[in-house]
């Protein structure tokens, strides 16, 4: 009750400091596929759209040539398939069958008869809904195997980049945004050396005591080094840094840990260098 309370408040203020933000969230406007093909598609990309009713998966694929529709009764064990594979990422489960056969069969479900065949399409935005929010699509098998080994499975993310985006108008919305005079990336990899709180302890992948996310500073020193970017590590990455010059760049690159919060969303945070003025993350 607390927090719910808490929260009330905060929507409150947040829509009357910010009028223009509660009119977007009010808006209702679809964008058709002509829109579509002309603010969004590049002739590379394709936007594929779900919406889960209560028995029916309706899927809709766009790109600059082709229009469809997909209709299909939500499969029984949909959730059960999400929820079992979450679970072998979250745990690091040497499971290689295991997840082939689940990961191959969301992909039939989900793309194998929407995506067409034989094209120049190099992109995919992916506008989930539901549960499907949870699913990582890069990592859909478009092919079954029989190998042990991981790095051998022909994973979705090998023949498309792949986006995602709340929805179509949302993302129109976006590209709208002028991005004139500012520079290209700033990326943060923040490290946690000191105890973090109770909560985030028991929730956070922590192995050997250690906190920091294996990988993280040379992922975005590299990525800083591609396009010559601003990048703050270990302990300049943090949470008032990042508000100060958030908006003074194109591109964030944010390589920390995270948590959601299923119940509560608005509770759900970004976990930058812990200092005093860590209050909000």
Do not use: C
């Not at 079992?84 to 069969?105: A, D, G, M, W, Y």
């Not at 008869?113 to 935005?125: H, S, V």
């Not at 993302?171 to 002028?178: E, G, P, V």
């Amino acid at each position: 009750v607390q927090y719910s309370t808490a929260l009330e408040r905060l929507v409150d203020t947040i829509n009357a400091q910010y009028p223009k933000l509660q009119q977007m969230r009010q808006q209702t406007n679809l964008l058709n596929v002509s829109q579509l093909r002309s603010d969004i598609l590049a002739k590379n990309q394709a936007l594929i759209q779900y919406h889960i009713g209560d028995s029916t998966l309706v899927t809709y694929y766009v790109d600059q040539n082709t229009f469809k529709t997909q209709s299909q009764a939500i499969p029984d064990r949909l959730v059960d398939h999400i929820e079992q594979i979450r679970e072998l990422l979250v745990k690091r489960q040497n499971e290689p069958q295991q997840f082939t056969n689940l990961s191959t069969q969301l992909y039939d479900w989900l793309l194998k008869e929407i995506l067409p065949k034989n094209t120049a399409i190099e992109r995919l935005i992916i506008v989930p809904d539901d549960v499907l929010a949870y699913l990582p699509f890069e990592l859909l098998l478009t092919k079954p195997s029989r190998s042990n080994n991981f790095n051998q499975l022909h994973y979705l993310i090998k023949d498309y980049a792949i986006s995602y985006s709340y929805s179509g108008s949302i993302l129109a919305r976006q590209l709208d945004n002028t991005t004139k005079g500012k520079a290209e990336l700033v990326a943060f990899a923040p490290s946690y050396d000191k105890p973090l709180d109770p909560d985030t302890q028991v929730r956070l992948l922590v192995r050997d005591g250690k906190y920091d996310l294996p990988g993280a500073k040379a992922e975005v020193e590299a990525i800083g080094g591609l396009v010559n970017g601003q990048v703050f590590t270990g302990e300049t990455a943090t949470e008032a840094l990042f508000k100060s010059i958030a908006n003074d760049y194109r591109y964030l690159h944010l390589s920390m840990h995270g948590l959601v919060e299923d119940e509560q969303p608005m509770r759900s945070r970004l976990l930058f260098y812990e200092t005093a003025d860590s209050t909000q993350d």
